[in-house]
């Protein structure tokens, strides 16, 4: 069941979900406006020939980080990873989904390529997977609304929240952007058995 704003703001009272810096005018009738941070990574293709998802990306990766009144452009097929301006996360009892604005679909702006569920348990500055599909580039601002949340109650509360040390939780309270941590899911396969 996916929580209404007024289930929302009673679950934010009780302190099932958390959205820091909560702005009732970005609350819409079922989901919340998150904002675009000012970190940006790109892969640098002149220094990869291959993604191996094996081996960590970091060193392949640059780093931008946007003043708060500029921009960032990004180019017509070109993919980058983002994080939101926005910290929230949920309790054991509830999920989130973080989905894409119509208006921003409208220009062929993908704000996530697979990625968008928060587990139980997660709080998060959210890494996004942006995409543009469109012929034209598309100007992206710190601060603007560039995503919306949706919470949804569980049945019942999860056993293992994000997080748990048997789960191999890899994005746990993140506050930065982030490259893939795929890689440690085969080094902890390697370790555990």
Request: hydrophobic share 40%; charged share 20%; proline share 6%.
């Amino acid at each position: 069941m996916f929580l209404s704003d007024i289930d929302i703001k009673d679950a934010l009272q009780k302190k099932d979900i958390t959205i820091q810096d909560f702005d009732p005018k970005r609350l819409q009738p079922a989901s919340y406006d998150v904002q675009l941070g000012n970190e940006f990574l790109l892969f640098d293709k002149h220094t990869l020939d291959v993604i191996d998802p094996l081996k960590p990306l970091d060193e392949f990766m640059r780093k931008i980080t946007i003043a708060p009144d500029g921009f960032f452009v990004l180019h017509p097929g070109e993919f980058a990873l983002t994080v939101t301006k926005d910290y929230f996360g949920v309790g054991p009892k509830y999920c989130c989904h973080i989905m894409g604005k119509s208006s921003l679909a409208r220009l062929g702006l993908i704000i996530h390529t697979t990625a968008g569920f928060v587990d139980p348990g997660n709080e998060l500055n959210a890494t996004l997977e942006l995409f543009n599909t469109n012929s034209l580039p598309i100007k992206l601002y710190p601060g603007m609304k560039i995503a919306q949340i949706a919470f949804c109650l569980l049945k019942t509360p999860a056993q293992k929240t994000y997080g748990d040390p048997t789960l191999n939780s890899k994005y746990y309270k993140s506050h930065h952007v982030e490259s893939s941590q795929m890689w440690k899911n085969f080094n902890h396969a390697k370790t555990a058995s």
